[in-house]
């Protein structure tokens, strides 16, 4: 592939390909890449792609340019991991990798695994062991099939660890606690107290004195009767409600007829991760929640 070498970089380390497809993943990766450095070439599978977010990547979060963009998004989920794990596997081939690494259970973390077992090329897996035991989730059938496929599982908890050993994947040579890489995003990533007032100001909202909402998963949004249910809850709140809106709510909302409810809401674009950190941190949480609300016992 152009703009790949297949010398080793800086100090004699072979390349590591760190494959990401979701900014999820590129926020929990990012310490890895910094601290690989040139020896890190980062693989953007397009899972979710839109030029507003590879700019992101870049902008708010630091994260460097892919070496490799490619574009699995907008497909059906076979589809994605089969077209990301072809692309994967084409770049590992003869190009002279130490690893590959992926993290979570997207279906980008799947084609990765799969493409670096293809290849032979030893496989990560950051965020080993999580377990929701709900087969019903394709994540978890994506998480379990990486970690078994995974020659090094870094596990952020004990009871991760556990999650490993009962499926027979045990060892210190396999796996590894390591705490949550999430922890130094946070921290590296979260504005200013005069930056997050700004974001504040621009949305004429204060501190300690809104609700932050933000849901997408498809036992959430699918079911209208449930979507609606959502909705209504965070419409009667006494307080503002800043709801980024994920582009799978809006269709699902547009689609249920329920703008009615959205328009009581303060909706916006899905934030970057800094502005959304800097919500986070500034909204009202259950130990300070003004009165009103708490009386509502619904915040």
């Not at 980062?42 to 792609?49: D, F, K, R, W």
Request: aromatic share 4%; net charge negative; proline share 6%.
């Amino acid at each position: 592939m152009t703009g790949i070498s297949t010398e080793t970089r800086a100090g004699g380390a072979r390349p590591v390909a760190v494959v990401v497809g979701t900014r999820p993943e590129a926020v929990k990766l990012l310490g890895l890449v910094r601290a690989l450095g040139e020896a890190a070439d980062v693989v953007h599978t397009g899972q979710h792609y839109s030029p507003e977010l590879a700019a992101e990547f870049q902008d708010a979060l630091g994260f460097p340019a892919p070496a490799v963009q490619l574009e699995v998004g907008g497909d059906t989920r076979g589809k994605q991991i089969a077209a990301a794990t072809a692309g994967v596997e084409d770049l590992l081939l003869g190009h002279g990798y130490g690893a590959v690494i992926v993290q979570g259970d997207t279906n980008t973390a799947l084609a990765g695994a799969l493409a670096a077992n293809a290849a032979g090329v030893p496989l990560v897996h950051v965020e080993a062991g999580l377990r929701s035991f709900d087969r019903a989730m394709p994540e978890e059938h994506n998480r379990v099939l990486v970690d078994h496929l995974s020659d090094l599982c870094l596990a952020p908890t004990e009871t991760s660890r556990s999650n490993l050993a009962a499926e027979g994947i045990r060892g210190e040579d396999r796996v590894e606690v390591t705490g949550n890489t999430v922890v130094e995003a946070v921290k590296w990533l979260t504005p200013s107290r005069e930056e997050t007032d700004r974001i504040l100001g621009s949305r004429q909202i204060s501190r300690d004195d809104f609700v932050l909402a933000t849901f997408h998963r498809p036992e959430n949004v699918d079911d209208p009767s449930v979507l609606e249910s959502i909705l209504s809850e965070l419409a009667g709140l006494p307080v503002p409600v800043v709801l980024p809106l994920h582009p799978r709510t809006a269709e699902r909302a547009r689609q249920a007829g329920l703008g009615r409810l959205l328009d009581r809401l303060r909706v916006e674009p899905p934030a970057s991760y800094p502005a959304f950190l800097a919500l986070f941190g500034a909204c009202a949480s259950r130990s300070r929640t003004p009165v009103a609300c708490r009386r509502r016992r619904a915040c």
